[in-house]
């Protein structure tokens, strides 16, 4: 069993990972000249993974964020051709997000970004090493409970 302390330094050892990891993305973004941010990163990969275009409140409960923190965020991607508004078929009212063509073309470079970001983390590693992390983090994330709910 696992001492307080111990858990502590783990802990700081996973966040000082995650700083690193969001700081060479941003590296790698920044190189592909994509004029996304990392929050407008997360919402355009949230929008793929949604079955149907999201309202704004499904966002902000899925990015678990307020929701104007969203709405900022689709300016910014409708601004640049990346996302846009458009109107609920069965309820006018309501405003549902949706990926442009751009936004896929975003998304597939994003994907790049990340990949690319995650052989140079993981260069230092064996194969074996890498397979046992791979095993770690799928334990640590079957065993988290689920946050936020799918759109």
Known sequence: ?????????????????????HRIQKHHLEQRGLGVTPAQARLLRTLAHCDAPPRMADLAERLDVVPRAVTTLVDGLEASGKARRVPDPTNRRV???????DGHEALRELRGARRAAAEEILAPLTDEQREMLGSLLDTLVEGAPERGRRC
């Open 1 to 21: 069993m696992s001492s307080p302390d111990s858990d502590g330094l783990l802990a700081e050892r996973l966040l000082r990972l995650t700083r690193r990891v």
């Open 95 to 101: 405003i549902r997000i949706e990926l442009t063509d």
